[in-house]
């Protein structure tokens, strides 16, 4: 099967493209769960503090 130059470039360029999406793609998705896993820490560590305030200040 031969190509032209034109063709080759082309298909090299869609290909490049291609890997490049979906690269991007895996890694934004790592950063979402990164991003959500953080959030999460974080409001569990200021839940944990608040509960932790309120004992300390309102002694039940």
Known sequence: M????KALI???T???ILVAEV???ML???MSILIVV?????LLTYRTKRKILIQ???PS
């Open 2 to 5: 031969i190509f032209g130059h």
């Open 10 to 12: 082309t298909i090299i």
């Open 14 to 16: 869609e290909s490049l």
């Open 23 to 25: 690269a991007s793609g």
């Open 28 to 30: 934004f998705h790592e």
């Open 38 to 42: 953080i959030n999460g820490m974080c």
């Open 56 to 58: 300390i200040n309102y």
